[in-house]
């Protein structure tokens, strides 16, 4: 019989609670996108908040592809790859129903 090790990994860098463990979230690059949009988002910190914006965000139509460069705690760079021009009210609103805010144009 062999027996499981829980080795109990944690992201040292995490800062919500409900991570335990890490796990790849960005979707892989599309070589097809016609337009891509970059948005600051505050308050993500970990994986789970990036895969919870990631989620929100690809369900948008015309949205083909999200990246994501987190600034844990800080304000992080989201780049959404399109086929057309995403409406800003939509991102704003997708962003905010993962729970988070968007923090203004990006530089």
């Not at 027996?3 to 944690?10: A, F, H, N, P």
């Amino acid at each position: 019989m062999t027996d499981r090790i829980d080795l109990v990994l944690k992201d040292t860098n995490a800062g919500c609670a409900c991570c335990t463990t890490s796990a790849a979230t960005d979707a892989p690059a599309s070589t097809s996108a016609a337009v891509t949009k970059d948005v600051l988002v505050d308050g993500m910190t970990c994986s789970h908040c990036v895969s919870s914006v990631t989620e929100e965000l690809t369900a948008i139509d015309g949205v083909e592809n999200v990246t994501v460069d987190l600034n844990a705690g800080g304000t992080s760079r989201v780049t959404i790859h399109s086929a057309a021009p995403i409406d800003s009210d939509a991102v704003k609103a997708a962003v905010e129903e993962a729970g988070y805010a968007v923090a203004g144009s990006p530089a």
